[in-house]
T-cell receptor
């Protein structure tokens, strides 16, 4: 069983739908991340939350809206997506001291495969 | 943006052979991580490197942080069928922000029994 759990594993939605991806980590970490993985492209960082505070928004369109209610849970709210947003969305967590900009080791979930019709 | 050049893009090898892949960049990194991703799964951390010149092993896997801090390699010895997957390097730039790892495009490994 992975320490980082993502649901749903697969999601198909229309461009007018509103849906959410959920991530939960059981590792006692305090930093959580959303990454996007598209075919033929490197993983792209979307958002970083450190101690529940958003510390990074990597120029992500506003149709993606993250929410981090506590250090163990992370959501990605989706609305009015485009077909080019179809991808594997990966959640990750790490242990951060919050004192300096060290990376820590990222532990990934299994991903949510999103298809936008 | 910053890029990591990971090579080779794919490898087809016979079981028992050794494998070598690497990542290079024109930028300096303070951390190198190697991940493996199986189909339909998320990346799993294999090895983490934090100092220039560091050589670290994890079973049949060995990775090194290049002296120039601009490259890293991963070796797999005596490959077995379960080594099949996509291997990614990832690095954090000196002065880079938290979580902002730069990922390579991956090396797809196929092992023929």
């Amino acid at each position: 069983e992975t320490g980082v759990t993502q649901t749903p594993r697969h999601l198909v939605m229309g461009m007018t739908n509103k849906k959410s991806l959920k991530c939960e980590q059981h590792l006692g970490h305090n930093a959580m991340y959303w990454y996007k993985q598209s075919a033929k492209k490197p993983l792209e960082l979307m958002f970083v939350y450190n101690f529940k505070e958003q510390t990074e928004n990597n120029s992500v369109p506003s149709r993606f809206s993250p929410e981090c209610p506590n250090s163990s849970h992370l959501f990605l709210h989706l609305h009015t997506l485009q077909p080019e947003d179809s991808a594997l969305y990966l959640c990750a967590s790490s242990l951060s001291t919050g004192l300096r900009r060290e990376i820590g080791e990222l532990f990934f979930g299994e991903g949510s495969r999103l298809t936008v019709l | 943006g910053q890029q990591l050049n990971q090579s080779p893009q794919s490898m087809f090898i016979q079981e028992g052979e050794d494998v070598s892949m690497n990542c290079t960049s024109s930028s300096i990194f303070n951390t190198w991580l190697w991940y493996k991703q199986d189909p339909g799964e998320g990346p799993v951390l294999l090895i983490a490197l934090y100092k220039a010149g560091e050589l670290t092993s994890n079973g049949r896997l060995t990775a090194q942080f290049g002296i120039t801090r601009k490259d890293s390699f991963l070796n797999i010895s005596a490959s077995i069928p379960s080594d099949v997957g996509i291997y990614f390097c990832a690095g954090q730039l000196v002065g880079g922000s938290q979580g902002n790892l730069i990922f390579g495009k991956g090396t797809k490994l196929s092992v023929k029994p």
